[in-house]
Structures are given as structure tokens and as C-alpha cells.
């Protein structure tokens, strides 16, 4: 619209009268150009807070479903803090300890499914979000053998190994429970939910076990104390149906967990130069690499000789006697972690997960025989369990125990 100056200075009044329409449709188109630029800055913005929330930072992660024909605890990427419980039943085997077992699952389907997703427990909702959580849940050899469920043929608590130092209060137990987060909180409060419902059951605790894993970006291998990547060889999908995941039928999607509980000698390990590290290892600390590649992922060379004839990577290596070669192919899925329990007690969670695990008796009798590492690690708990298939939306884990 034009003012009162411009008509002032117009010489020509349809002339002043053309320019000063010219003038009020820049305007507008301005004015125009403005608002259209204004809405869609105030819908990025708009979609910006939303992606960051109201405090400004960045949307978190969705949360982990519980639910699923495998369980989180397997399936998901490994969060970065574990806790491992253990629980007994009574010792008697008769057809209200198989109800206070159904019960336990029950309560811990509910509990857990709960817990992974918007909790009404207060204490994981503190800031609006659903914890990032994940779990698993296994059953020991006893408790199976007791109450005659159904379990692979042949699942049975591990045999000695030369050179344990287990200690049966950190060992074994009726019932495993793995939980993993992000947060150390998540875990004490999904860990103290977990128990009062197992205790509702009649359940008793046996033992517990915290551990970690260093910061690791996402896709990469996370390293354990001794500063190695531990990992790198787990197996791919195919090969997973293989060798971790039963075969079709009631065990499909089941697997068995071995874990150890072994303490290492970090600094003892830490004095040694690096190529003595990498050839007890078989791999370079750098890059992970074996000692007869270039990258990581490359498949060790077992038959590799330098010009005087001596293995490149040697008899005594760790990775030449865990390797696949020596199994028919058997690999096993490893999801270790880190504990620091006490000054001269800390090192590895070793969690493993396979269909059979005789191969990890194989793969342990060739450690303890040679392992150039023995002198540097103390086996010190042991417990094996057979992994649940996962519980399906409005299903319980356990479903298949009964048949």
C-alpha cells in the first residue's frame, strides 16, 4: 500500500498510482515469500524438536521387543551392561514344583515384557523414555533332568575341565537369567522386579554377576581387558541355523548357553611385549587381524609356515585351538563381557551359545591342554543352560517345556 511520501513526490497521479500498485504487489509477494518461508522453517523446526524432544537432544532409540520367536537377548545388538542371576527351585520333583515352574515363567514373561517396553514402574520411565533392555532366560541340566521336561537329548552339566578353580557358590543353578540395558540402573531395578516375582514362585537365589563392555562403536568387535577384539569369528545367520539354533522342531530357535566366569591376569598379560601378546593370541591387538592376514574378518591360515618351517601362527595360539577347522566347521556365538569385581579379580564373562555343547567341551579340553594364554586365566564359575525359544505376542516362555 503506498504512503502518504510516495503520492507527495508523484509528479504523474496514474504513474505514483501504477508504481504504487507495482510496489504493493512486491510486497505482498514478499510478504507472501516470507510466510511460505516461515511455515516451512516452522515445520523443520517443528520436525527437528520432534526428532530431539523437548530438551533437545536427540530422539532416543526405540525401545526392544520383547516379544519374538527368538529372544532379545540373543537377537538384539549387545547392549553395553549385563547382570546374570541365578535361581534354585525346591529339589523335589513332583507335579506342583512343574506348576511352580509354569508360574515362574509366567511371571516372568509378564515382567519382562513389561520392563522393555513403557513400564509403569516408575523407576524406568524416570524420563519418559522405555528402557533400551533385553533378556534371556535358561534352564539348568538338574532342574530339567527333575522335573522331566522337554529338553534336547544329552543336555547335561558341563564335565571338569583340567585346571578349574570353580567355585559352586558362582556356579550352576536351576534357572538362568541374563539381563542386558544400557544403563546400569535399568538393570538393578529389572533385576530386583525379576527376583521378587521369582521368589513369588518359590524360587531361591544362587548367585549374581555384573559386567560390561567398553565403548564400541556399532558394528565393530568389542575388546576384552586383555585389549583384544573378542568376537570377530561369530558365526552368520546361515551359519548360525547350523551350529547355535536348534534344528526344526520343538528346539527351533532354542539354543544352550555355556558361560564361564574367568578371572585374568591383566597385568602379568600386559607386561609381556606385543608380538608375544599376538602370538599367544594368533591375532594382531591393532587390528584383530590373524597373524596370517590383513583385516579381521579373514579367515586364520592354520597351515601357514615361515621359511624355517614354524607355524605363523603357532601350536599354542589361541585362535589356531578354538578354531572352527578343528570342529567341522562348528562355530559357537560368543556375546562375552568384562567384570571388575576387586582389586586382582577381574577379566572375562565368557558367554557362549551353540546347539550341542559337547563342541565346547572339544574346543575347552584342546585349551586346557596347550592354550599359551593358561598361564594368564583362572576358570573360576561355570553354568550351562538351555536358552528358551522366544515367547510370541500372548505367549509364555517355556511353552514347549511340557510336552
Known amino acids: 500500500m503506498p504512503t502518504g511520501s510516495e503520492n507527495a513526490t508523484s509528479s504523474n497521479p496514474s504513474a505514483a498510482s501504477g508504481v504504487g500498485r507495482r510496489r504493493a504487489l512486491l510486497a505482498a509477494g514478499a510478504a507472501l515469500a516470507a510466510g511460505v518461508g516461515a511455515t516451512v522453517a516452522d515445520l523443520a523446526g517443528k520436525d527437528r524438536a520432534a526428532d530431539r524432544g523437548t530438551t533437545g537432544a536427540p530422539r532416543p532409540e526405540a525401545p526392544i521387543p520383547f516379544h519374538g520367536v527368538r529372544q532379545a537377548g540373543l537377537t538384539a545388538p549387545q547392549l553395553p551392561a549385563t547382570k546374570l542371576l541365578a535361581f534354585d527351585l525346591p529339589a523335589a520333583a513332583t507335579p506342583a514344583d512343574r506348576e511352580a515352574l509354569r508360574s515362574l515363567l509366567t511371571a516372568w514373561t509378564r515382567t519382562l515384557a513389561a520392563a522393555a517396553g513403557p513400564s509403569a514402574d516408575p523407576r524406568l520411565r524416570a524420563d519418559e523414555r522405555a528402557p533400551r533392555l533385553t533378556s534371556l532366560v535358561g534352564l539348568g541340566p538338574g532342574l530339567a533332568a527333575r522335573l522331566a521336561l522337554a529338553v534336547p537329548a544329552g543336555f547335561a552339566e558341563l564335565p571338569p575341565f583340567p585346571g578349574d578353580r570353580l567355585d559352586e557358590a ?74 547355535v539354533w536348534g534344528p526344526p522342531g520343538p528346539h527351533e530357535n532354542a539354543t544352550v548357553l555355556v558361560y564361564r566366569r574367568i578371572r585374568m591376569d591383566t597385568a602379568a598379560f600386559a607386561a609381556l611385549a606385543e608380538e608375544q601378546q599376538n602370538l599367544a593370541m594368533g591375532r594382531r591387538i591393532g587390528d584383530g587381524a590373524p597373524l596370517t592376514g590383513t583385516a579381521e574378518r579373514d579367515e586364520p591360515d592354520l597351515y601357514a609356515k615361515h621359511p624355517d618351517g614354524a607355524y605363523v601362527i ?11 577347522r578343528l570342529d567341522g566347521g562348528a562355530r559357537m556365538l560368543r556375546r562375552g563381557y568384562s567384570y571388575d569385581d576387586a582389586p586382582g579379580d577381574r577379566g572375562l564373562l565368557f558367554c557362549a551359545f551353540m546347539r550341542d555343547p ?12 596347550r592354550d599359551a594364554l593358561n598361564p594368564f586365566l583362572e576358570h573360576n564359575a561355570s553354568a550351562v543352560a538351555y536358552v528358551l525359544p522366544g515367547a510370541p505376542e500372548g505367549g509364555t516362555l517355556g511353552d514347549r517345556l511340557w510336552a
Open 170 to 243: 558362582r556356579s550352576g543353578g536351576d534357572l538362568l537369567l541374563q539381563l542386558c540395558a544400557a544403563d546400569p540402573w535399568t538393570l538393578a531395578v529389572v533385576a530386583e522386579l525379576a527376583t521378587a516375582a521369582a521368589r513369588g514362585a518359590g524360587a531361591t537365589p544362587r548367585w549374581a554377576q555384573s559386567g560390561f563392555l567398553p565403548p564400541t562403536a556399532p558394528g565393530t568387535t568389542p575388546r576384552n581387558l586383555f585389549g583384544f577384539k573378542d568376537g570377530t569369528a561369530n558365526p552368520d545367520e546361515d551359519q548360525a541355523r547350523q551350529w
Open 314 to 324: 603357532p601350536n599354542t595360539a589361541h585362535v589356531r585351538l578354538t578354531g572352527p
Open 358 to 369: 559337547a563342541q565346547f567341551t572339544r574346543v575347552q579340553n584342546r585349551l586346557a591342554e
